[in-house]
């Protein structure tokens, strides 16, 4: 295949329609070559991309057991050597299982409370805006950057310190290419958050029990060594970087579909119990992660290709999630739907850690949302979306939460 049919992912009318592009894939193309010498590899069919998650013998770092050669010897080496999502087992299966006991049922059970006074607090708030709002910055941001700072025990007054820092780490997290000026950027942000949340889990030190998130992972730390005082941090601060974004994706979409789904919003609200179904396929139909890496473990075929040891896969979770092979219509946003075992979360050994928390907080919403601002109107029918590659969201939502 010559370099110009490799797929082009930053091509704008892949940004324009990707949901087309995604079908024709799907279709045509299962397993794509992409990038300057189609050495990287799109795969966008549901059991495919499945298959390729439950592997345990695929991996998230690009060579078995060695960390990339430009993150240096900082503080964003150390942060990157000790992040579930960049790590394999038998790290990752270590540090995953003393993890995975921040939201064990004991846990979740304590937080419905607290995190249903933010949601139902955010949602007074919204309904008491004159006119149009942006739903995005008055709700969606706050929710999770709120729920995150309860979670940490830290001041929701925080909050925008602690998040406007946090990009400054992803070119150490992400395996591409990295400036020295992002390395030391890099290197100080994770020193911050070091700083930052040591301070906090020492003020806490002694005044938690095992039913609080936290304190689950204390425990384990103060249990001998089990977890280092670095590994805790970290893992702390991957709940702030992982909840955040897909959280606000995620509440946006809720809203956006339901609005534009206006007999959808009329079933919810008289319908609660649909909530928990609704937010699964709030999930499925626009999934807030669109691409997740792995790399080849050993050299196998898919469809006719031969893969390489150590290839590139991107794995199209959106594609995967409208894929025709695996759900009826699945173009069709449908809060009744059954069996939606989307991938939305991915599947296999690096599935959302906080997948729970964040059904939690999806359910609470979508319980009282519709029942308390029945009459919430879209104002502008087409909001701007942003052109990342893997996350993909929507920049503002235009709403007006009382109606026009
Ligand atoms: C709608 C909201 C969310 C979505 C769509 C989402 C999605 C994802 C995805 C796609 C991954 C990557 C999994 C993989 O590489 O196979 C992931 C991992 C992770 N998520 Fe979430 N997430 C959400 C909310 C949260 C929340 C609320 C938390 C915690 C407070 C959280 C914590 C994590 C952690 C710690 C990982 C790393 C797991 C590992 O590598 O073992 N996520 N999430």
Known sequence: MSPTEYLDLGDPTFHTDR????????DHDPVARTGPDGARIVLSRYADVERIFKDPLMRVQPAAGRFPDNIGTGAGATFHQLSLPDLDAPTHTRLRKLA????????MATMRSWVEEIIAGNIEALGAADGEVDFVETFAQRVPAEIACRLLHAPASDAGTVLRRMPALNPLLSHGPITPEQLAAGDE???FYFDYLGRIVDSLRGRLGPEDPVGALMRAEEAGGRLSR?????????FFVASYHTTMTAMTNAVHALLRHPGQMRLLAAEPD??????????????????IT?????????HGETIAEGTQLLLGIASANRDERRFADPDAFDIRRTGNRHLAFTAGGHYC????????????MLRLLPRRLPAMTLTVPD??????????????????????
């Not at 995975?100 to 846990?107: E, G, I, K, N």
């Not at 792995?294 to 898919?302: I, K, N, Q, S």
């Not at 850690?353 to 939690?360: I, Y």
């Open 19 to 26: 949901f087309a592009v995604y079908r024709q894939l799907r």
């Open 100 to 107: 995975v006991q921040a939201f064990a049922p004991r846990t």
């Open 189 to 191: 942000t994770a020193e």
């Open 230 to 238: 670095d590994e805790l941090i970290v893992t702390l601060v991957g």
């Open 274 to 291: 649909l909530a928990p179904a609704a937010w699964e396929e709030v999930l499925r139909w626009q999934s807030p992660v669109h691409f």
């Open 294 to 302: 792995r790399y080849a473990g050993y050299e196998f075929e898919l």
């Open 353 to 364: 850690l906080g997948a729970p928390l964040s059904r939690l907080e999806g359910e609470i």
């Open 383 to 404: 909001p701007p979306w942003s052109d990342d590659l893997v996350f993909r969201w929507m920049t503002a939502l235009t709403v007006a939460p009382n109606g026009v």
